[in-house]
């Protein structure tokens, strides 16, 4: 089974993958394959973005990766690959993410343009398009600690991926939030 450990960047797919492959899930960091095997992008100068081939990604998987065992493929773009099963969707409350994205040293728009993806629900409604809303398992990482996270996606994994109704799409919200929220 291949599931996709997605999520707008700094919802904490990365540090969540540690605890996972702690606990001997096997992890794929998408960024890293992009970059080891060549796999063709373009660089948009003005947004400081990687814009990736992913038909290209696609051929990559289809030829290289075999649906054996359970594989985490983790990356805010692993939710349009063929070869994936299940997807857990990484979210955050933007006034959250905003701080966390403020550690890194990004430029304004781009933290911007994350946060908005956030609230727009961006990455879900492109998980919708792919999968059906029964393999998507959404969860709210705002507040929560990064082990505490991992805890629960082994739970969900021990559980053959049941459905569930505290993670099924459609409990998170952050419309209210755009109220309270100033961009940078
Ligand atoms: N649950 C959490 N609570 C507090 N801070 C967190 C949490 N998850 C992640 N962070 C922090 O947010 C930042 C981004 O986390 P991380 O790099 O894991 O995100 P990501 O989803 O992998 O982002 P990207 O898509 O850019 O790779 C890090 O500084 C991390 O320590
Ligand atoms: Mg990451």
């Not at 629960?152 to 209210?176: Q, R, V």
């Amino acid at each position: 089974m291949n599931v996709s450990l997605t999520g707008t960047p700094g919802t904490g797919k990365t540090s969540i993958s540690g605890i996972l492959s702690k606990n001997k899930v096997e992890i794929l960091n998408l960024n890293k394959i992009i970059s080891k095997k060549k796999i063709k992008f373009e660089y948009d100068k003005k947004r400081k973005t990687k814009i990736v081939d992913i038909e290209k990604l696609n051929k990559y998987f289809d030829n290289n990766i075999r649906n054996k065992h359970l594989l985490i493929i983790e990356g805010h773009l692993s939710h349009l690959l063929h070869c994936i099963d299940k997807v857990i969707l990484l979210r955050c409350n933007p006034n959250e993410l905003k701080k966390r994205l403020l550690k890194r040293r990004w430029n304004k728009n781009k933290i911007n343009e994350n946060i908005e993806s956030e609230i727009l629900d961006i990455i879900l409604c492109e998980c919708l398009k792919f999968h059906s809303r029964k393999n998507i398992f959404e969860i709210d990482t705002t507040g929560k600690s990064i082990d505490s996270l991992g805890l629960i996606i082994l739970d969900i994994i021990k559980n053959n991926f049941k459905e569930n109704k505290i993670y099924k799409i459609g409990n998170i919200n952050w419309s209210e939030e755009i109220f309270d929220m100033e961009l940078i």
